[in-house]
Nanobody
Framework: VQLQASGGGLVQAGGSLRLSCAAS????????MGWFRQAPGKEREFVVG????????YYADSVKGRFTISRDNAKNTVYLQMNSLKPEDTAVYYC????????????WGQGTQVTVSS
């Protein structure tokens, strides 16, 4: 599967952005999807994940209550709605895919920059 992330940009603290990740191929619904981020000088970190059916989601504590992941399997797309953004959310955001709940994320998109100004 190939992944293409989009929707990043510059936003003021307290604002919102929605990221999208479009996947190629006919088997999108067989992949668990996730979003990761990497801030300058820091390691890449997990942000949120969603099971293939969309029935279960997993959030990092730092984004709970502010970010929402969703997916539209008919459109081969996963979304990340980010509200109440903070300067510490500034990072390159990557979408990723894996073949099962216990698998590693093997497929990665190119990243989209999110910058939150204070």
């Amino acid at each position: 599967v190939q992944l293409q992330a989009s929707g990043g940009g510059l936003v003021q603290a307290g604002g919102s952005l929605r990221l999208s990740c479009a996947a190629s191929g006919r088997t999108f619904s067989s992949y668990d999807m996730g979003w990761f981020r990497q801030a300058p000088g820091k390691e890449r970190e997990f942000v949120v994940g969603i099971r293939r059916s969309g029935a279960r989601t997993y959030y990092a504590d730092s984004v709970k209550g502010r970010f929402t992941i969703s997916r539209d399997n008919a459109k081969n797309t996963v979304y990340l709605q980010m509200n109440s953004l903070k300067p510490e959310d500034t990072a390159v955001y990557y979408c990723a895919a894996k073949t099962g709940e216990k698998a590693l994320y093997d497929y990665w998109g190119q990243g989209t920059q999110v910058t939150v100004s204070s």
